[in-house]
Protein backbone atom coordinates (compact mmCIF):
# COMPACT_ATOMS: atom_id res chain seq x y z
CA UNK A 1 0.00 0.00 0.00
CA UNK A 2 1.18 3.64 -0.70
CA UNK A 3 0.81 6.35 1.79
CA UNK A 4 -1.21 8.98 0.96
CA UNK A 5 -0.44 12.34 1.50
CA UNK A 6 -2.35 15.59 1.88
CA UNK A 7 -1.32 18.48 0.42
CA UNK A 8 -1.91 22.23 1.89
CA UNK A 9 -3.63 24.67 -0.26
CA UNK A 10 -1.60 27.84 0.21
CA UNK A 11 -3.29 31.46 -0.49
CA UNK A 12 -0.90 34.04 -1.60
CA UNK A 13 -0.67 36.90 0.93
CA UNK A 14 -1.65 40.09 -0.73
CA UNK A 15 -3.45 39.30 -3.36
CA UNK A 16 -7.50 39.92 -2.89
CA UNK A 17 -9.88 38.90 -5.26
CA UNK A 18 -12.74 41.59 -5.15
CA UNK A 19 -16.52 40.22 -4.97
CA UNK A 20 -18.45 40.04 -8.44
CA UNK A 21 -20.84 42.83 -7.58
CA UNK A 22 -18.10 45.48 -6.68
CA UNK A 23 -17.76 48.29 -8.59
CA UNK A 24 -14.87 49.69 -7.12
CA UNK A 25 -16.45 52.68 -5.89
CA UNK A 26 -15.62 54.29 -2.20
CA UNK A 27 -19.32 54.90 -1.75
CA UNK A 28 -22.65 53.60 -2.80
CA UNK A 29 -25.60 55.28 -4.99
CA UNK A 30 -27.42 56.85 -2.55
CA UNK A 31 -24.16 58.58 -0.92
CA UNK A 32 -23.16 60.14 -4.02
CA UNK A 33 -26.47 61.13 -4.63
CA UNK A 34 -26.39 62.82 -1.19
CA UNK A 35 -22.81 64.14 -1.99
CA UNK A 36 -24.04 65.93 -4.78
CA UNK A 37 -27.24 67.22 -2.94
CA UNK A 38 -24.60 68.27 -0.39
CA UNK A 39 -22.77 70.34 -2.82
CA UNK A 40 -25.81 72.25 -4.15
CA UNK A 41 -27.19 73.19 -0.92
CA UNK A 42 -23.43 74.54 -0.52
CA UNK A 43 -23.18 76.26 -3.58
CA UNK A 44 -26.54 77.65 -3.96
CA UNK A 45 -25.77 79.07 0.03
CA UNK A 46 -22.44 80.82 -1.22
CA UNK A 47 -25.00 82.25 -4.85
CA UNK A 48 -27.27 83.77 -2.27
CA UNK A 49 -24.60 85.72 -0.30
CA UNK A 50 -23.45 87.83 -3.55
CA UNK A 51 -24.27 90.87 -4.06
CA UNK A 52 -25.26 94.01 -1.64
CA UNK A 53 -22.39 96.54 -2.49
CA UNK A 54 -22.39 99.63 -3.21
CA UNK A 55 -20.42 100.88 -6.75
CA UNK A 56 -19.68 104.12 -4.84
CA UNK A 57 -17.82 104.00 -1.84
CA UNK A 58 -19.36 107.21 -0.33
CA UNK A 59 -22.83 105.64 -0.11
CA UNK A 60 -23.61 102.86 2.41
CA UNK A 61 -25.87 100.15 1.08
CA UNK A 62 -28.09 98.39 3.54
CA UNK A 63 -28.79 95.45 1.66
CA UNK A 64 -26.03 93.09 2.99
CA UNK A 65 -28.21 93.28 6.07
CA UNK A 66 -31.29 91.83 4.74
CA UNK A 67 -32.47 87.76 5.35
CA UNK A 68 -31.40 86.16 2.45
CA UNK A 69 -27.68 87.11 3.11
CA UNK A 70 -27.76 87.39 6.55
CA UNK A 71 -29.87 83.96 7.40
CA UNK A 72 -30.99 82.16 4.46
CA UNK A 73 -27.51 81.34 3.22
CA UNK A 74 -25.82 80.43 6.38
CA UNK A 75 -28.71 78.10 7.12
CA UNK A 76 -28.37 76.82 4.20
CA UNK A 77 -24.91 76.19 4.01
CA UNK A 78 -24.59 74.68 7.21
CA UNK A 79 -27.44 72.12 6.16
CA UNK A 80 -25.15 71.50 2.54
CA UNK A 81 -22.29 70.62 5.50
CA UNK A 82 -24.58 68.17 7.45
CA UNK A 83 -25.74 66.54 4.72
CA UNK A 84 -22.00 65.95 3.46
CA UNK A 85 -21.06 64.50 6.75
CA UNK A 86 -24.36 62.23 6.71
CA UNK A 87 -23.75 61.15 3.31
CA UNK A 88 -19.53 60.29 3.72
CA UNK A 89 -20.61 58.19 7.39
CA UNK A 90 -23.33 56.26 6.02
CA UNK A 91 -23.45 52.41 4.91
CA UNK A 92 -24.09 51.74 1.87
CA UNK A 93 -26.72 48.92 1.45
CA UNK A 94 -25.11 45.68 -0.03
Known sequence: MAKQTKQKETKK???????????????????????????????????????????????FSDKIFNFRRLTL???????GYVIEILAIMKKPKD
Not at 73 to 79: R, S
Open 13 to 59: QGSSVEPAGSTGFAFGKENYRLLFIGLALILVGFLLMIGGGSDDPNV
Open 73 to 79: APILILA
